[in-house]
């Protein structure tokens, strides 16, 4: 028995079509744009969450946006940075008062130390301050690196001098060379020399009121590198001169006692060190001496001691007749010809009018 074999049905046959054969399109790429504020997407996000109603306000806020290749900054971030910026502000303002408020009951620290460590502290706040605003923004610094070397360099040209006011004014205070309350001599820009009381001395500038009430913003690095005399750096006490003049017939040791007696009777003038009279020289026309006395209150000036004293010693010399003289010449005339005429002439037109 002949057993014939069908073909496999599995084989293809010879008029089977080809399979066909496909290759996968990949769906086209969708660039997404850097956002620069990562952290008002996640506020965002945040708040759709919670809300419908808010996440839909805050789609359509985000939906007006400016875009520049794959920059994109929205009305949403701008709210967010704004809000935060603020918050920054006043995190840090009151940061700064609370810092304020706490040393200054501290007891141990002196004047001076306090305005150094609350200044201290007050960088430190703003610092942390910037820091957790840009950690919450999430801000992604490198989209800015296109201005970052334009605007680091107009920083440190604009702001060279503030830091280097800055760090004079805390070398200031911790050296302890100028302090508030401190009397200095100052300059004015016409070169006349006076006096006036620190009053405060700020990220900039030191604040120097006279006895007229005039306020001197001097920045904080003039006074570290030009000469500055401060008359309660060591001491309160300052010694003041009072110059007076006699006349030669007086008697000199009299003149001397009623000059102790004027200065001892000021009320501000101190009892030590003593008041202490020097005669200064033989001038023109008196014998002239110098009174030196102290007080230890400068800052309520040096004019007003100086007035009480003269006019004390005014009528001291008035009652015991020793004479305050004024400018006296001597005019010496030389005889010639010409004067000779003029003095006939003189003497005829004299002659006439009697």
């Given at each position: 028995?002949?057993?014939?074999?069908?073909?496999?049905?599995?084989?293809?046959?010879?008029?089977?079509?080809?399979?066909?054969?496909?290759?996968?399109?990949?769906?086209?790429?969708?660039?997404?744009?850097?956002?620069?504020?990562?952290?008002?997407?996640?506020?965002?996000?945040?708040?759709?969450?919670?809300?419908?109603?808010?996440?839909?306000?805050?789609?359509?806020?985000?939906?007006?946006?400016?875009?520049?290749?794959?920059?994109?900054?929205?009305?949403?971030?701008?709210?967010?940075?704004?809000?935060?910026?603020?918050?920054?502000?006043?995190?840090?303002?009151?940061?700064?008062?609370?810092?304020?408020?706490?040393?200054?009951?501290?007891?141990?620290?002196?004047?001076?130390?306090?305005?150094?460590?609350?200044?201290?502290?007050?960088?430190?706040?703003?610092?942390?301050?910037?820091?957790?605003?840009?950690?919450i923004l999430g801000i992604?610094?490198?989209?800015?690196?296109?201005?970052?070397?334009?605007?680091?360099?107009?920083?440190?040209?604009?702001?060279?001098?503030?830091?280097?006011?800055?760090?004079?004014?805390?070398?200031?205070?911790?050296?302890?060379?100028?302090?508030?309350?401190?009397?200095?001599?100052?300059?004015?820009?016409?070169?006349?020399?006076?006096?006036?009381?620190?009053?405060?001395?700020?990220?900039?500038?030191?604040?120097?009121?006279?006895?007229?009430?005039?306020?001197?913003?001097?920045?904080?690095?003039?006074?570290?590198?030009?000469?500055?005399?401060?008359?309660?750096?060591?001491?309160?006490?300052?010694?003041?001169?009072?110059?007076?003049?006699?006349?030669?017939?007086?008697?000199?040791?009299?003149?001397?006692?009623?000059?102790?007696?004027?200065?001892?009777?000021?009320?501000?003038?101190?009892?030590?060190?003593?008041?202490?009279?020097?005669?200064?020289?033989?001038?023109?026309?008196?014998?002239?001496?110098?009174?030196?006395?102290?007080?230890?209150?400068?800052?309520?000036?040096?004019?007003?001691?100086?007035?009480?004293?003269?006019?004390?010693?005014?009528?001291?010399?008035?009652?015991?007749?020793?004479?305050?003289?004024?400018?006296?010449?001597?005019?010496?005339?030389?005889?010639?010809e010409e004067f000779k005429?003029?003095?006939e002439v003189l003497r005829?037109?004299?002659?006439?009018?009697?």
């Amino acid at each position: 028995m002949t057993v014939s074999a069908s073909p496999p049905t599995d084989l293809p046959s010879e008029s089977a079509s080809p399979i066909a054969t496909t290759t996968p399109v990949s769906a086209p790429s969708t660039e997404v744009a850097d956002e620069p504020v990562k952290g008002a997407e996640g506020i965002k996000d945040a708040v759709s969450e919670k809300s419908k109603t808010a996440g839909s306000i805050v789609e359509t806020i985000d939906s007006f946006a400016l875009q520049a290749g794959s920059f994109r900054l929205s009305a949403w971030d701008v709210l967010i940075v704004g809000l935060v910026i603020v918050g920054v502000f006043a995190f840090a303002k009151i940061g700064s008062r609370a810092a304020h408020s706490a040393l200054s009951r501290a007891t141990r620290l002196d004047q001076a130390q306090q305005v150094l460590f609350e200044k201290l502290l007050t960088l430190a706040i703003w610092v942390v301050s910037i820091l957790i605003g840009i950690d919450i923004l999430g801000i992604d610094l490198t989209a800015l690196a296109v201005f970052s070397g334009a605007f680091g360099l107009a920083i440190g040209f604009g702001l060279q001098k503030t830091f280097g006011n800055l760090i004079a004014g805390i070398i200031l205070l911790m050296d302890k060379s100028i302090k508030p309350g401190d009397v200095i001599a100052i300059a004015d820009q016409a070169g006349n020399e006076t006096f006036g009381q620190i009053r405060k001395i700020g990220i900039r500038a030191v604040s120097v009121t006279t006895r007229d009430q005039r306020e001197y913003l001097i920045p904080n690095e003039n006074l570290m590198i030009n000469q500055v005399e401060n008359w309660s750096y060591s001491s309160r006490n300052v010694r003041m001169q009072v110059e007076v003049g006699v006349s030669y017939e007086a008697d000199l040791d009299r003149a001397e006692e009623l000059m102790l007696e004027a200065a001892r009777s000021a009320k501000r003038v101190l009892e030590t060190p003593p008041p202490t009279v020097w005669l200064k020289e033989y001038g023109d026309s008196s014998v002239n001496f110098t009174i030196h006395c102290w007080i230890m209150d400068p800052e309520e000036g040096v004019g007003n001691v100086r007035s009480d004293v003269l006019k004390k010693l005014w009528w001291l010399l008035k009652e015991n007749n020793i004479e305050i003289p004024f400018p006296q010449r001597d005019l010496n005339l030389k005889g010639n010809e010409e004067f000779k005429q003029l003095i006939e002439v003189l003497r005829g037109s004299s002659d006439a009018s009697r």
